[in-house]
């Protein structure tokens, strides 16, 4: 099944889910135009927009769909998106399915993504992070965080495992976590290195798929820098040379 040439003129650009027909989960949240679901349903590959990483985790669904002898299933959420929208109607598409294969959470999402209310009273009222920090800084924007309190587990999540440059991630003083475009924790990274399990046995997540990525061990920042960077609730990044996009990671000075 195509689109004729007619139906895709009128469809203009179109949001989409791939969905398993093996259990109904949604899988793949996208967008397009013309024939790009079926191509994305068929495990077609398309490098102008995905690059192997990303595709990785959806074909490998769409294989094991296959292999079942069963068809991906799809449905067009919406179409007729005029551009400046299509990117914002991705973005809430993909943060009301949790688990997709997606490797990017949808636009903006860190910094306007799904919050509770006492996220967002924190987000508009708390201090405001520097604007021109005086150090060479790592921001890593961090998810699945249960309590924006508990140092050991921040510390956990904004250490594993990154796809970064370990030459300038070596330049960073301090590395910084963010949740929802609100500084959570500073440490002072001592070793970083390459994210696997031999290196990072305490991480229970660890394997030995991760040789592409890395991660550090260090500690806390010291008083001054913690209060500097996170005071006592956090601090909202206002800067948009320092917010996170597509990106959970943004580097400063190095």
Known sequence: MRFSEEVCERLDNYVYRLIDPRNGETFYVGKGRNNRVFDHAAGVLD??????QTL???LDRIRAIKSAGLEVLHIIHRHEIPDAAVFEVEAALIDAYPGLTNLQGGHASSD?????????????????????????LVLININKLEDRFDRRAIYNLVRYCWRISKSRAEKAEY???VVRGVVVGAFKPENWMSATRENFPDIPYANGSELHRIGFTGIEAPGDIWNLY???RGKRVSDPRLKHSQNPVRFWNC
């Open 112 to 136: 306007r993504g799904p919050m509770n209310h006492l996220e967002l009273i924190d987000k508009y009222s708390l201090p405001q992070f520097p604007s021109n920090p005086e150090h060479r």
């Open 175 to 177: 590395v910084l976590a």
């Open 56 to 58: 990785g985790s959806k």
């Open 47 to 52: 490098v102008a927009d995905d690059d192997n």
């Open 230 to 232: 996170v005071g006592l």
